[in-house]
């Protein structure tokens, strides 16, 4: 369970875990004037046109979720075939917690590491800056706008396997692990949803912790900005954050190749959610 889950309501006091680093919480970067510090906008989808869902959009998550039928096809094909059952469902139930963990382990690499100009990953670190800051666009995206970039990795990942393997314990797993981390987006723009407008089935997942619950990921978007990662579930999340995993990682990353994590030294403007920006200023 999140650490942090005993906050009761969504945006309100901040608690802060104990730690084990000296982090330059500066509120001077929290003070300064945003006129002259604040970034441009980041290519997040401020503006209604960019929030829409374009043809390649489309293309990319249909493909993505071909390739992932195909996975699924081959998986009970070949259990039917073998008469095999029970280890394709056991395999694809890891695969569900597996994607939990690696949608953690991504989501913490490029919130943490890299920019904007970063080859391959630029688009989508800039697109994560520009959540922590306006998180609630990501509830105004269509839905192919939002999983396009993730049905694109899935395609070039998942089409090799598929025609390459036959086994379907692989492709339970496989197939499981790679489709929770294309909709990971969904659930994560799910989890900044108003309970009221949201599907009663997907209140009734969240709840139930079989999707990350908005609660959970509320704690994301709060001080100290380095926890709760994991977006599929969420179950990962605090076990990585209890034991402090990520930042055993930052540290000997730090001690290896002399690099920063982000939040070392967040928040700045860059990271605090706007509206809370300006409530802070205002006091
Ligand atoms: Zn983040
Ligand atoms: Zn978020």
Known sequence: MPILSQHTQYHHVHTYKPHILTRVYSAATITTDPTTTRRKTPNIGIDNNSKKSTRSHRVWLTSGCTALLVSLAKSVVGAADTGIYIEP????????????????????????YGDASTPVFGSQIDAFQGHHKWPWTITKREFANNLHSLGRVITFVVVPVDVLVNDPVVHAFFGMSCGCIMFSQQFHAWAHGTKSRLPPIVVALQDAGVLISR?????????????????VSGVWNGVLDELMVFQALEMAL????GVQPRSWSEPNLDWVEETELSSRQST
């Open 89 to 112: 469902v056991i395999a694809g139930l890891l695969g569900y917690f597996f994607a939990d963990l690696g949608s953690g382990v991504y989501h913490w690499a490029i919130d943490n």
């Open 215 to 231: 609660l959970d990921h509320a704690e994301h978007h709060r001080q100290p900005y380095n926890n709760n990662y994991c977006i």
């Open 254 to 257: 730090f001690f290896r190749f």
